[in-house]
């Protein structure tokens, strides 16, 4: 549509973890929402991709969700049964975490592309167009799911589906079920589906199951090794991939069922299942992809901000500034691709970016 719905100082791309924690401290650092600054969100609800979240998917089984600047999850989850649904406890959360703050997001709005125009940035959406002097893109990784090429995938005649499509084991019933994987995903789907029907779990690489909680060193060292691939252009890899499996009650509980039983990663894909080099052949109704997500940047294409290798130079304090165009922050992307690293950027982004663009001493 070529109808200019508004002109502001930096658009927010994006309403989750990432998203809301840029918003906050824009505000906090004297930016007036809707004015100085606009929130803009292809969602219909608050909750980034939680909302979207299989409903067995609960506060017992998630990793752990940090909570946003200035406002605890924990006040706003009413019981404190571990049972709670994550697709409804944290759309709950950023709901009144928008309204506590203030923090107004148009939505539905999905931004299509955005462009260079007269030394600001036009975005187009489904809506108008908005322009903007700066950005932070925080459009996370759901919209972007993953699933690696194999031979044969199109003469398959199950149904392949992703994590993303994931909403109950019951629907596979009397089905077998191929699940492709060795994520924290993959483990929580096998899980479930393996005592509703039969399965077959393939992974890439020998699963590793670390004993005892993850140390904060080691989360530490996996966020410095995406980091440092971040700064020097390389595609980021996934911060989520490098802290292991954590060996709980559910794990046990599947050794002892024997459904942890991991083959390798099998070479192609036939009519009526999967096939390994050696010939030997598993039939399949339904093959799931666990094979994780790619960072949603489509938008920003005409840009040109990858490098050849799919990869974005990043600098800034903690690697949120595109090295090539410090107007542009990507928040939820590499090194802050978690709850609590979505956070601690949203903050740098904001900061960085009032400071580049100006935006602090025009008085405010
Ligand atoms: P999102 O929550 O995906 O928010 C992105 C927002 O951008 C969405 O609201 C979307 O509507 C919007 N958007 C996207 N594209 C556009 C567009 N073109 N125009 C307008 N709006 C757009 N991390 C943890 O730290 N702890 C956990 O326990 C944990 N569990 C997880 C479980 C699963 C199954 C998955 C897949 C991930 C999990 N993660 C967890 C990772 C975690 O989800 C993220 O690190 C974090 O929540 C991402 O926040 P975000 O704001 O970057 O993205």
Redesign the pocket.
């Known amino acids: 549509s070529s109808r200019l719905l508004y002109k502001t100082g930096i658009a927010v791309?994006?309403?989750?973890?990432?998203?809301?924690?840029s918003a906050y401290y824009l505000k906090k650092q004297g930016l007036e929402v809707g004015r100085d600054f606009i929130v803009?969100?292809?969602?219909p609800y608050?909750?980034?991709?939680?909302?979207y979240?299989?409903p067995s998917?609960t506060l017992s089984t998630?990793?752990?969700?940090?909570d946003l600047p200035g406002l605890s999850f924990s006040d706003t989850v009413s019981g404190n049964s571990p049972e709670v649904q994550?697709n409804i406890a944290?759309p709950h959360y950023f709901e009144v975490y928008e309204q506590t703050f203030g923090l107004t997001v148009y939505?539905?709005?999905?931004?299509?592309v955005v462009c260079e125009r007269d030394g600001r940035f036009r975005m187009e959406?489904d809506r108008g167009f908005f322009s903007a002097q700066g950005i932070i893109n925080?459009?996370?990784?759901?919209?972007t799911p993953y699933i690696p090429a194999y031979p044969g995938a199109e003469l398959f005649g199950g149904i392949q589906l992703h994590?993303?499509d994931y909403q109950a084991a019951d629907t596979f019933i009397g089905k077998h079920v191929v699940i492709v994987g060795g994520g924290?995903?993959a483990i929580?789907l096998l899980d479930e589906i393996s005592q509703v029907t039969t399965t077959t779990w393939v992974t890439r690489k020998e699963p590793s199951f670390r004993s005892g909680p993850f140390g904060e060193e080691a989360g530490r060292a996996a966020v410095a090794m995406v980091e440092d691939r971040v700064r020097k252009g390389l595609p980021p890899g996934s911060?989520?991939s490098v802290t292991g499996l954590p060996v709980t009650p559910a794990i046990e509980a599947m050794k002892a069922r024997g459904v942890l039983n991991r083959q390798p990663m099998f070479s192609e894909i036939t009519a009526h299942g999967v096939r390994w080099p050696n010939g030997r052949e598993v039939a399949a109704d339904i093959i799931l992809w666990c094979t994780?997500?790619r960072s949603?940047l489509?938008?920003l294409m005409p840009l040109m901000l990858r490098e050849e290798n799919g990869g974005i130079v990043m600098g800034g304090r903690l690697a949120t500034m595109v090295a090539k165009d410090p107007r542009i922050h990507l928040?939820?992307?590499g090194p802050?691709?978690?709850?609590?690293?979505?956070n601690r950027a949203g903050r740098a982004a904001a900061t960085e970016l009032m400071d580049y663009l100006g935006l602090r001493s025009a008085g405010k």
């Open positions: 791309i994006g309403a989750g973890q990432a998203g809301l924690s803009l969100d292809q969602s608050p909750g980034g991709a939680w909302q979240r299989w998917l998630v990793n752990r969700i940090h994550a944290v939505r539905p709005v999905k931004v299509t959406t925080a459009t996370g990784t759901w919209e994590t993303k924290i995903s929580q911060v989520v994780g997500f949603s489509d938008h928040v939820g992307y802050s691709a978690s709850t609590i690293g979505a």
